[in-house]
């Protein structure tokens, strides 16, 4: 049962077949979806896709679909729920044979070529005991496979495929748990990685990325960023693009000019001439008196200290002694310790470092720098100082010359400081161009960080190592599946081999030659196997060769072709690939060019080989003809099943083409209890003259309109005129006095039907007003033998007759 074919749910894009939806297209009187059965006659006219849904099966069966279908599809439903489609069409279990013309291409290309053979198949041979004592032993350590009850190496397979799928879900758990965690913090809206652009870049981060930035932690080269590299990183995710840093212009230092001038003066020898001694000898006195001088002259005629009188000749005395080269030397120390001072300020002014305007990474250098530069401002500093204190020695005993010490020139360092901050100036200008590049690598940073302190938190090394032992575990599972697998192929294989060494090709030929001459009665058609030599090889291989009077054949008839291929084809389901199994077998128009005896030969094979032998799962015959459809209503319909699920094992179809498109529908009863032409052809004139109007669905019974008349009305008034009299004389008679009818419906038969008048016929549109008319003109006379008319519309299933609505409606128009 669950090896039968359910449906076929859906087909489009294959020829005929468009767009088919079996659940709306075949339904049974009760709106209710039918099902395929066990037995399934389809009927259907030529071109209507019957071939079509048998290269459907015939793709089951063999894997190959024709890459003549732009896009194809179908769905196939099986009893059991399992469904085929094109793209695994062989995924089923089920042994499936068609018999199509794709078949006959494929296995009689003598056919198509008449100096090819036949290709060849074997049927089992004689016995072979030792032969099949090692296929028992083979067998036997295969055992059995049944579901719930295998043995030997069949349920070696199930308890290794048991825990195989037992290891497999222990190791899919655990590497779904690790992935979950690693999801988690690559994606979830409170920890994951994602979430934070701000600070780990990549906003599209998932599991992936995650997976990746793991091996850069893992890999040895990894070294953790330090906490001051950290805080770096911080700040630098945080920053804007700066304004660039005006330059630092250094002021001109003049240490060595200074020094040489603080040399001069501190060396320069003072005249000795009208000099007061003891005052030379003290220079404090020498100062004291110096700055009384400025206290008393032209303000005190006495001194203010001991109220003496000073006289005009002390006065003469002092002025020598403090005479304009020494008032000139103090000034002129006075000016460079000025200069000197002035230098101080300059120096210590000229750069102020002002960290904001750089970025955070040069603000470790910039501390270093300021260091430095107070360093070299002191210690320049210190030179001038030097200087300055050996200037206020000098201005203070002005009268006495004293050595120079030259101080250290501190300038370099100072300089050195300068341009050190200038450097930093342009690389921090610099640095705004690549501050993108360097963001997103302080982030990528921050985000390894991230990551490796994740992984110690969620033991990633321990599930790592848990993961390995599974799948370690799983591996050797699998092997062993596999190798217990192979082994059975192998033994499966032998068993194979083995028996076609009990087979026998020639009594394949000799089964076809039993159906031509039993059943069809062909003494003189006959099939041969003929060895012939492999080249390069020691083997033979059979070919199968059809034998006229002792002789290849050449020209046969469609007729004979059709035999033989069919013939072939009912001998290969007894084939070692075939006999023995449950088949599904699809049977497509097999009396192609026979005649009315073979027809029904044909119907007696497939009945005596196939339906009572029950040698099927499943059957589906289809035909074109009407005769053999008749045959094949004989086909047993028993039924299967008990009491309220007692059913038919056997089902009848119809494919039906409108326009363009085809569909399959349940049997309408007038087919399916009445098989002659006769009242299908009615049932046609019948539907043209109660149609409203004319539509996609109802267009090809207008188009046949003209043949389907013309064959009715040669049955029709055969049987009613059997005097021999002609055609037109009979229509003369059938319409009675009324010679109009009778041309007018002559007119629309002849000239739909064979396309009278030459090109321009076909070429002009169906004029259906006139076809309605001729088909109300045909159904009125025949309605006129009431008895008989009555019988023809229960045979077509019609109950309530809408031809007077319909006539009167028209007459009226008219």
């Known amino acids: 049962m669950s090896g039968e074919i359910k449906k076929i749910d859906t087909i489009r894009n294959m020829a005929v077949f468009q767009d088919f939806r079996w659940a709306s297209s075949v339904r049974d009187e009760g709106n209710n979806v039918a099902d395929f059965k066990k037995i399934n006659i389809l009927y259907g006219r030529n071109y209507s896709g019957k071939t079509t849904l048998s290269r459907i099966l015939r793709t089951m069966e063999t894997g190959e679909l024709s890459d003549k279908f732009e896009n194809p599809s179908f769905v196939v439903t099986f009893v059991d729920g399992t469904q085929t489609t094109q793209t695994t069409p062989t995924a089923h279990d089920k042994k499936i044979r068609v018999f199509n013309e794709d078949f006959v291409r494929d296995n009689l290309c003598f056919i198509t070529n008449p100096d090819d053979s036949i290709e060849p198949f074997a049927i089992l041979g004689d016995d072979n005991n030792k032969i099949e004592k090692e296929i028992e032993a083979l067998e036997s350590e295969l055992g059995s496979k049944e579901e719930g009850k295998e043995t030997g190496l069949y349920a070696q397979r199930v308890k290794a495929s048991r825990e195989h799928a037992v290891s497999k879900n222990a190791l899919k758990k655990a590497q779904g748990s690790l992935d979950n965690q690693l999801k988690t913090k690559s994606t979830d809206k409170k920890i994951g990685i994602r979430y934070k652009p701000e600070r780990f870049g990549n906003q599209n981060y998932d599991i992936r990325d995650i997976k990746s930035d793991i091996g850069k932690v893992q890999n040895a080269n990894y070294q953790p960023p330090t906490d001051e590299k950290l805080a770096q990183y911080e700040k630098l995710i945080t920053e804007k693009t700066l304004q660039p840093i005006s330059p630092f212009h250094a002021p001109s230092l003049n240490t060595s000019t200074l020094a040489n001038k603080a040399e001069a003066l501190v060396t320069k020898k003072i005249s000795e001439s009208n000099k007061i ?43 020598k002694h403090f005479d304009e080269e020494s008032e000139k030397l103090e000034k002129d120390i006075d000016a460079v310790i000025a200069r000197i001072d002035a230098e101080k300020d300059t120096v210590s002014s000229a750069l102020s470092i002002d960290k904001s305007s750089f970025y955070s990474r040069f603000h470790n250098k910039l501390d270093e720098l300021d260091k430095t530069l107070r360093n070299a401002i002191s210690k320049y500093e210190k030179s001038l100082d030097a200087m300055t204190a050996q200037l206020k020695a000098r201005k203070n005993d ?50 390894l960080k991230e990551i490796s302190d994740y992984l110690v938190t969620i033991r990633y090394q321990e599930l790592l190592s848990s993961i390995e032992d599974l799948e370690s575990k799983h591996n050797k599972s699998e092997q062993e599946k596999n190798r217990i697998e192979e082994d059975i192929r192998q033994k499966e294989g032998l068993v194979a081999s083995k ?46 060769e059809v034998i006229r009077d002792g002789k290849k054949a050449y020209h046969l008839s469609e007729g004979e072709c059709s035999l033989i291929a069919f013939c072939y084809f009912m001998a290969k389901l007894e084939d070692v690939e075939t006999k023995g199994n449950q088949t599904i077998i699809w049977i497509d128009d097999p009396i192609s060019s026979l005649d009315a005896n073979h027809i029904f030969f044909v119907y007696s094979l497939i009945n005596a080989e196939i339906v009572k032998p029950k040698k099927y799962v499943q059957l589906f ?194």
């Open 277 to 319: 001694d003891e005052l030379v000898k003290d220079a404090v006195l020498n100062r004291w008196v110096n700055e009384g001088r400025a206290h008393h002259k032209n303000k005190r005629d006495n001194c203010a200290f001991c109220d003496n009188p000073i006289t005009e000749d002390r006065w003469t005395k002092l002025e």
């Open 398 to 447: 002005i009268l006495n010359q004293k050595s120079f010490k030259r101080p250290d020139d501190a300038s370099d360092d100072l300089v050195t400081a300068w341009n050190s901050y200038d450097a930093i100036r342009k690389e921090s200008d610099s640095f705004s161009n690549s501050l993108s590049t360097e963001q997103t690598k302080a982030k990528q940073a921050l985000r």
């Open 499 to 544: 028996k076609r060494e009990l087979n026998d090709e020639e009594k394949g030929a000799k089964k076809v030659n039993d159906y031509l001459n039993n059943f069809f009665g062909h003494q003189f058609l006959s099939l041969e196997a003929k060895k012939e030599k492999i080249p390069g090889e020691d083997s033979r291989r059979i070919r199968f």
């Open 621 to 814: 015959i289809s035909t074109h003809n009407l005769d053999f459809l008749k045959y094949l209503k004989r086909i047993s319909n028993d039924y299967k099943g008990k009491g309220e699920k007692r059913e038919k094992i056997r089902e009848f179809f119809l494919v039906e083409r409108s326009g363009d498109s085809s569909r399959i529908c349940l049997m309408p009863g007038y087919l399916k209890n009445y098989v002659t032409e006769f009242n299908y052809l009615f049932h046609q004139i019948y539907k043209c003259a109660i149609a409203e109007s004319i539509d996609d669905g109802n267009y090809h019974e207008f188009y046949n309109f003209g043949n389907n008349a013309r064959k009715f009305l040669e049955i029709y008034l055969y049987y009613r005129y059997p005097n021999g009299i002609d055609g037109d004389d009979k229509l003369l008679k059938f319409f009675g006095e009324d010679s109009i009818p009778a041309i007018f419906t002559d007119r629309v038969n002849n000239e739909y039907s064979h396309l009278c008048g030459g090109f321009e016929r076909g070429a002009s549109p169906i004029e259906v007003p006139e076809m309605k008319i001729a088909a109300q003109q045909i159904i009125s006379k025949i309605k006129e033998d009431t008895a008989q008319y009555s019988a023809l519309l229960q045979s077509i299933g019609v109950k309530n007759d809408l031809l007077d609505t319909v006539f009167g409606t028209a007459q009226e128009g008219q």
